[in-house]
């Protein structure tokens, strides 16, 4: 296994759309792999294969306390989604920052698993958020573009500062 980059905003490349996976082969289960041991070490809840420069959809997230419930979700969609909550999001591509997002409260999700075999998720509270937010990746967004400009500018302004400063 191996600890992959992850890009950091305002990189173009956080905005590329991923591609759907065609087959869940050898490479795609290495991904898998390192993308959870790159979340892991982070650490984070969450990491979508957009973060680590390869744009296939491919996410991965732990929200457990043990962080021994990997969940994997290959080619996901969104089938159903109600009510609203908002929650003070954080990314690994945007360090330091953390800001109140308001997403769908409880959503179905349709996917692929690590092994290939599609599977449907019911998800409400925190792993809904992060399901949202990991898939908003795969479609080249990244939260803080939920945000005003003026914030939006300011983040990028931060962010650039810090990248100067290193
Ligand atoms: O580690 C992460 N924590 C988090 C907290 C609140 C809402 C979303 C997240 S996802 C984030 C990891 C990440 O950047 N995934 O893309
Ligand atoms: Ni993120």
Redesign the pocket.
């Given at each position: 296994m191996a600890i992959l980059d992850i890009l950091n905003y305002p990189d173009p490349r956080l905005h590329t759309v991923a591609a759907p996976v065609k087959t869940v082969d050898a490479r795609i289960r290495r991904l898998v792999d390192d993308m959870a041991e790159t979340?892991y070490a982070?650490?984070?809840?969450?990491?979508?294969a957009t973060?680590v420069n390869v744009h296939e959809q491919v996410i991965v997230i732990d929200t457990s306390e043990d962080k021994r419930d990997l969940k994997v979700f290959i080619n996901p969609r969104i089938v159903n989604a109600c009510g609203k909550q908002q929650?003070?999001?954080?990314?690994?591509?945007?360090p330091g920052v953390y800001e109140t997002?308001t997403r769908a409260e409880s959503i179905t999700v349709e996917a692929l698993g690590h092994d290939g075999q599609p599977f449907t998720l019911d998800a409400e509270g925190?792993l809904a958020?992060?399901i949202q937010?990991?898939m908003d990746?795969l479609l080249g967004k990244v939260?803080v573009e939920y945000l005003s400009p003026l914030k939006q500018s300011r983040i990028k302004n931060k962010m650039k500062k810090r990248q100067r400063d290193r």
């Open positions: 979340m982070a650490p984070g809840i969450g990491l979508a973060q929650y003070e999001e954080g990314c690994l591509s945007v997002v925190l958020v992060c937010h990991e990746h939260f």
